[in-house]
């Protein structure tokens, strides 16, 4: 007969479920060849149990709070992301794709923090502590970052003390170390290195990461310090672990960016403590990040002046309106079955799209391979890109170029309408501080604008027209008489 302490379980690492048989198919979430086997938890075995304190609730109009006060790292497009700064006590979760720069990102902002005189402390389980400092030598070298990561270099700045490094993957080390330390912030990457002995399971599993992250967490609260947990992710662009993980803390931030683009995105996808819409932008160079405060300038740097298939609209990212290039191709297919292939726009609002150009303004994509692309990397989601992808397909398909100084916005319907689009006012302004002189607009939307007609720039008055329309097909009337 096999002991129960002898006895091994299969967990599914995607989804927690467990069996005792192992299994090619996880009964559960039907993920193939998630299955690991571990020895179940002893809860007889010293801190397997949490402490069974009595905690006295306390009437809601009897708490002290005062004003909120956040922690500001002085970068300001991750504090914008963030809801205003950190909040005390909060608990982040960062993940992306290796090698996208979640370590450089986090050891810039603890630098910033440590210039500011706060005590920041920064666990890794990754790299060693000579590496870490290897790291910061390469930051610190840079000409472009003297302020944000100064710190790390001792002989260029008198805050280094303030930033403490740890190479550490014990649980009870890390907590015990951020008692003795007290720091302003804390990060550990990763959550997938941090393990608890007493658990009988590899680092990285569910058991361990879902066992941490409840742990730091009450670390986090209890004593008020702002958590930083990095993540990995999987093939499929999620956090590896279980999805509790992202339920328990406060704030998921997803650092996005394609490899072969310079450009990084840092996106909220949970904020307890602020909007999820807010986007980061950084430039990747070869000593680091770099903050992009005015990221309409940078994604129109190398847009082709009269190209057919591209056209420039407004995004709004939470508060802030961002000028894109969408580039469109429709071409001849060589293949039976007509390709649409579509990179940072949802390919299911793109067909939509194609479907009512094709029944209102008569325009046959049926046999045409069909190609979209929103230049820099940027991912659209919002409505508002709608009469961009219109036009870029119509432009290509005509071969004729939108013309110079032409901005669209607006929501296309099924019946070939336009739409009106929230924060007009704001989109618009993007586009005359870009120097735009056109800009095309949904008719009710006009309307609900102030009389913006010009503005100065740089002791240059630039003037705008602002054009109110209400179908596609007046839209393309316009554009390509």
Request: net charge neutral; hydrophobic share 40%; charged share 20%.
């Amino acid at each position: 007969m096999v002991k129960k302490k002898d006895r091994v379980i299969f967990r599914c690492q995607s989804c927690d479920h467990e069996t005792y048989q192992w299994m090619g198919k996880c009964p559960s979430c039907g993920d193939w060849d998630t299955l690991a086997a571990e020895k179940p938890v002893d809860n007889s075995a010293p801190g397997a149990r949490f402490s069974r304190t009595r905690t006295t609730p306390v009437p809601m109009n009897e708490i002290e709070f005062d004003d909120e006060i956040r922690l500001l790292t002085g970068v300001c497009e991750f504090d914008r992301v963030l809801g205003g700064g950190i909040v005390t006590g909060s608990l982040v979760l960062i993940g992306g794709d290796p090698g996208i720069g979640k370590s450089t990102l986090m050891l810039q902002i603890l630098s910033k923090v440590a210039d500011s005189g706060k005590k920041s402390l920064y666990v890794s389980g990754e790299e060693s502590i000579r590496q870490l400092k290897m790291r910061g030598n390469r930051l610190s070298s840079s000409s472009s970052y003297p302020k944000q990561i100064s710190s790390l270099n001792k002989s260029n700045s008198s805050n280094s003390s303030s930033l403490l490094v740890a190479a550490e993957t014990d649980l009870d080390s890390i907590l015990n170390m951020a008692e003795d330390v007290k720091p302003d912030v804390m990060v550990i990457d990763s959550i997938q290195t941090v393990y608890n002995p007493e658990i009988a399971s590899t680092p990285g599993s569910v058991t361990q990461i879902r066992e941490a992250s409840i742990r730091l967490m009450n670390m986090a609260k209890q004593s008020g310090i702002p958590l930083f947990l990095v993540g990995h992710v999987t093939k499929v662009g999620a956090i590896a672990g279980p999805r509790i993980m992202e339920h328990m803390v406060d704030t998921v931030l997803y650092f996005e960016g394609d490899r072969s683009h310079v450009f990084r995105i840092l996106r909220a996808v949970k904020n307890r403590f602020g909007s999820t819409n807010e986007i980061g932008v950084f430039e990747m160079k070869d000593k680091g990040l770099e903050e992009v405060p005015n990221p309409s300038a940078v994604f129109l740097a190398e847009r082709s002046i009269n190209a057919p298939g591209s056209v420039v609209t407004a995004s709004m990212e939470g508060t802030r309106p961002i000028l894109i290039e969408i580039q469109g191709l429709a071409s001849s297919s060589g293949f039976g079955n007509p390709r649409r292939t579509v990179l940072g726009l949802d390919p299911n609002r793109v067909a939509l799209i194609a479907a009512v150009m094709e029944k209102r303004l008569g325009i046959n994509l049926s046999g045409l391979d069909i190609f979209m692309n929103v230049a820099g990397g940027v991912k659209v989601v919002e409505p508002a890109a709608d009469l961009g992808v219109a036009v870029a397909l119509v432009s290509s398909f005509l071969d004729m170029p939108v013309p110079e100084g032409t901005t669209v916005i607006g929501e296309i319907g099924l019946t070939g309408e336009i739409r009106a689009v929230s924060h007009g006012e704001a989109r618009v302004k993007e586009a005359l501080k870009m120097g735009f002189t056109r800009c095309i607009v949904p008719e009710n939307t006009k309307k609900q604008l102030p009389d913006i007609q010009s503005i100065e720039i740089q002791g240059q008055k630039i003037a705008i027209t602002i054009i109110g329309v209400t179908s596609l097909k007046q839209v393309m009337e316009i554009l390509f008489q």
